[in-house]
């Protein structure tokens, strides 16, 4: 079992930027893959990074170039630094774990483990 536990979220202007956290405990948690999603109202959960193992990151195109996604396994905490916010990045932010590796694997039902989600609120 893993456990989750999202937090950095709230409200930020456009343009600003937030730093969200993912601090996982249990069994090997370093050995798994990690992502963060989101989800606005009334829309899907969608995905947005992921980080492998290995460090190795993808990124939805909508995040690419202004979201960064990292791990520091020694204190098994996933980051979401994110830059230029902008109105439509409001949603729920949400951490997954996964068991296994793949740098197509971005639905959500990919993921094993998930998180209770962090509101990110940017403003126009």
């Known amino acids: 079992q893993v456990q989750l536990v999202e937090s950095g979220g709230g409200l930020v202007q456009a343009g600003g930027s937030l730093r969200l956290s993912c601090a996982a405990s249990?069994?090997?948690?370093?050995?798994?893959?990690m992502g963060w999603f989101r989800q606005a109202p009334g829309k899907e959960r969608q995905f947005v990074a992921r980080?492998?193992?290995?460090?190795?990151?993808y990124y939805a195109d909508s995040v690419k170039g202004r979201f960064t996604i990292s791990r520091d396994n020694a204190k098994n905490t996933v980051y979401l630094q994110m830059n230029s916010l902008k109105s439509e990045d409001t949603a729920v932010y949400y951490c997954?774990?996964?068991?296994?590796?793949?740098?197509?694997?971005?639905?959500?039902?990919?993921?094993?483990?998930w998180g209770q989600g962090t509101q990110v609120t940017v403003s126009s």
């Open positions: 997954a774990a996964d068991r296994n590796p793949g740098s197509t694997r971005r639905a959500r039902d990919d993921y094993d483990y």
């Open positions: 249990g069994r090997m948690t370093s050995t798994y893959h």
């Open positions: 980080i492998a193992r290995s460090g190795i990151t």
